[in-house]
């Protein structure tokens, strides 16, 4: 896709359609990928950071996930097309995922949380492979990415807020050939 810079962000400039069509096969041809979702409140963080500005524009695929980002893109007068944020994307995913027999590594939230999130996949998803769940709040991500090295799952979705989730994927995301996407709150929301 071309991008759009807002705030030196590289937003690609595509419909929600045409970046999971893009993305599903990225994920069936086991292409490493590392997608941010980025909001308003990363792009700002990214101003006075500029390691992890660095990092999003390293990053496969930066999303705009917010009206914010939608609107200035718009007043710099090269308008985006839509949002596409981090929750739908990964359910979007979920869902295909279950429908095609892939495989997920989920890391992040609170014990709890992440044991409702085991829950709602076994009930909705199925079909969906889990290869590995762990909640957030780990000391060391080092013996958990060389799990995921042992099981190259299709699709590894990291929910420990920024800038932590993008540091880690990318630090380890040569670890399995398949998505690594950080996911912020999300499983907040998929574990009720
Ligand atoms: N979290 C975590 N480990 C940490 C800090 C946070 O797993 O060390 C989780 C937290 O439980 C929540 C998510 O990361 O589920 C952060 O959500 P938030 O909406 O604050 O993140 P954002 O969407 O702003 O990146």
């Known amino acids: 896709f071309k991008t759009v810079n807002v705030l030196d962000v590289p937003f690609i400039n595509a419909t929600e359609a045409d970046f999971l069509t893009v993305l599903k096969e990225r994920i069936s041809g086991h292409q490493n990928t590392f997608v941010v979702t980025a909001n308003p409140e990363i792009v700002m963080y990214a101003q006075t950071h500029p390691e992890y500005l660095s990092l999003l524009q390293q990053a496969d695929f930066v999303t705009p996930d917010g009206i914010g980002i939608i609107k200035g893109a718009e007043m710099l007068h090269t308008p985006l097309p839509e949002r596409i944020t981090g929750y739908d994307t990964m359910t979007h995913l979920l869902q ?40 957030g709040y780990f000391n060391d991500f080092a013996p958990i990415a060389a799990d995921i090295r042992d099981k190259q799952p299709d699709m590894v979705f990291l929910a420990v807020g920024f800038p932590k989730q993008e540091q880690l994927i990318d630090q380890y995301r040569q670890a399995s050939n398949g998505l690594w996407m950080g996911v912020g709150g999300s499983f907040d929301v998929l574990g009720q």
Do not use: C, R
């Not at 989920?106 to 492979?129: C, H, R, S």
């Open 96 to 135: 295909w995922g279950n429908a095609q027999h892939k495989s997920v590594y989920m890391v992040g939230a609170k014990p709890e949380v992440i044991a409702d999130v085991a829950d709602q996949l076994a009930v909705q998803f199925p079909n969906l492979t889990v290869l590995g769940i762990h909640d």
